[in-house]
C-alpha cells in the first residue's frame, strides 16, 4: 500500500498550490480519502474528505470556499486545489485512506486515529 503526497513548497499569502496524493494497492472506491494538516505544536487536523466511490466531498469550516478536494479514479489519485492561502495555512499536508467509502460524512469528526494508511507528507509554507 501507498500513499505518495506532492505538490507543496512556498507560497505568499493570496496564492495557490495543488496538492496531489497517488494511492495504490488497495481498493480506491472502497475508501475514502482524507488530508490532514499539522502544523507545528498542533495537532494533526482534517481539512478535506471524498468518497472515494461517489466522489462526494466535504470540507473543514476553515477552509470551506478556498480548498476544493476532486478524485481520478481512473488513476488512483486525489487532488487538492488550495486557493487564497493563508498564513495559518502553513503546515504538512498528509493524505489518508479510510475505509468505508462514505467515512466522510457518517463518521463525525475526521479521527487520525481511524485511518488505514497514511502518506509521508508534503510541506507547505505560506508566507506573509
Known amino acids: 500500500v501507498q500513499l505518495v503526497e506532492s505538490g507543496g513548497g512556498l507560497v505568499q499569502t493570496g496564492g495557490s498550490l495543488r496538492l496531489s496524493c497517488a494511492a495504490s494497492g488497495f481498493t480506491f472506491e472502497s475508501h475514502a480519502i482524507v488530508w490532514f494538516r499539522q502544523a507545528p505544536g498542533k495537532e494533526r487536523e482534517g481539512v478535506s474528505c471524498i468518497s472515494g466511490f461517489s466522489g462526494n466531498t466535504y470540507y473543514a469550516d476553515s477552509v470551506k470556499g478556498r480548498f476544493a478536494i476532486s478524485s481520478d479514479k481512473t488513476k488512483n489519485t486525489v487532488t487538492l486545489q488550495m486557493n487564497s492561502l493563508k498564513p495559518e495555512d502553513t503546515a504538512v499536508y498528509f493524505c489518508?485512506?479510510?475505509?468505508?467509502?462514505?467515512?466522510?460524512?457518517?463518521?463525525?469528526?475526521?479521527?487520525?486515529?481511524?485511518?488505514?494508511?497514511w502518506g509521508k507528507g508534503t510541506r507547505v509554507t505560506v508566507s506573509s
Open positions: 489518508a485512506a479510510v475505509l468505508p467509502d462514505y467515512y466522510c460524512s457518517g463518521y463525525g469528526p475526521w479521527a487520525p486515529r481511524a485511518m488505514n494508511y
